[in-house]
């Protein structure tokens, strides 16, 4: 993984086991026109969160040229999910 973004809903963005403090970590997705630019188009991303948020982070990758897995974790399920 070479990006994480947090996609855990409503108010204010908070992340497991201090994982904002990471450099790689994106701890808000809005504006989502602003995460392909802070994401790159070659780096794998790990969105935490399968909800409408996650997404809205899916849809703006793709459309701006991800070329990189981008992979989705629930919190609320153990299932791993490919979302490109």
């Known amino acids: 993984m070479d990006r994480v973004v947090l996609c855990v809903g409503n108010g204010p963005p908070h992340g497991p086991l201090g994982i904002n403090s990471d450099p790689r970590t994106i701890p808000d997705p809005y504006p989502a026109e602003e995460v392909p630019r802070r ?31 981008i992979s989705l974790v629930s919190r609320a399920e153990t299932d791993h999910l490919e979302a490109y």
């Open 39 to 69: 994401v790159g188009r070659r780096n794998n991303v790990t969105v935490i969160g399968s909800g409408l948020t996650a997404i809205d982070t899916v849809i703006a990758l793709t459309q701006r040229g991800h070329t990189e897995r």
